[in-house]
């Protein structure tokens, strides 16, 4: 099993992956409708009524537009006039025994319902699973019907923290087109660093350095660094 996925490069001169949000939409909007909705919209005519409204199929950077959809992204390639760059990151466990982690711009994950503030290993490592699950079970026909979650899960419970440095930031907010909803941009950045059982668990880790972790990751939130330590390293 792996993730699959197409880079398309863009202007150097995009201020904000939000600023350019609106710049894509209304590009899409104006010179393919239904590309539009397929990107910014999509959703499911058949299925449990809570998973109609899929997540995107893509995540936006100030320099380049990640996209999970493989058949968008000719189309797109061809709107916006570049050359895609495809690559893939296989999920099968590897040998790791400690990560560092880094929260490049603001992150927010939310677990047992309440919005965290630090990089809690177990709702990280949950949040990217099911990021990275979900975009290769609604957008690239594969099947997650063997992953075994109550196992993962257990094992993000045996790893421990060791370190970090986590700072709050206060972000603007933006207001959803589409149903006026209020968003904040803010969350955490910074480090931390992990050890324990990771060998299923770093896969899904470092793929979420493509499609990103937590909440409004689309927009850029939830950029992830991601780094095998040697066991033996010490901490600086």
């Known amino acids: ?3 699959a996925l197409a880079v398309l490069p863009l202007p150097a001169q995009a201020a904000s992956a939000n600023g350019l949000r609106g710049q894509l939409g209304n590009l899409l909007y104006r010179h393919d ?3 539009y909705d397929e990107f910014f919209s ?3 005519d058949t299925g ?3 998973l109609q409204d899929r ?3 893509f995540v936006l950077r100030p320099r380049a ?6 058949p968008l992204v000719p189309r797109l390639a061809a709107l916006l006039g570049v050359q895609p760059q495809l690559l893939s990151w296989p999920l099968d466990p590897l040998p790791a025994r ?3 982690v880094e929260f490049l711009t603001p992150t927010e994950l939310k677990h047992g319902g309440q919005l965290l503030r630090t990089p809690h290993f177990p709702a990280l490592a949950a949040r990217a699973r099911d990021r990275v699950l979900s975009l290769l079970s609604f957008y690239q026909n594969v099947s997650t019907a063997h992953v075994d979650f109550t196992a993962l899960a257990a094992q993000a419970d ?5 370190a970090r440095h986590i700072q709050e930031v206060e972000g603007e907010t933006r207001r959803s087109t589409r149903n006026r909803n209020v968003h904040s941009l803010g969350g955490f950045t910074g480090w931390a660093e992990y050890s324990g059982p990771l060998d299923a668990l770093a896969p899904y880790l470092i793929a979420a350095q493509w499609t990103g972790v937590g909440r409004q990751t689309v927009w850029g939130k939830g950029e992830l660094k991601v780094s095998v330590l040697p066991f033996e390293e010490c901490v600086v």
């Open 42 to 44: 999509p959703t499911a």
């Open 158 to 162: 045996e790893v421990t923290e060791t």
């Open 1 to 3: 099993m792996e993730l």
């Open 48 to 50: 449990p009524s809570g």
């Open 55 to 57: 997540p995107r199929p």
């Open 33 to 35: 409708k239904p590309l």
């Open 98 to 100: 400690r990560l560092r």
């Open 65 to 70: 537009l990640h996209i999970f959809s493989p």
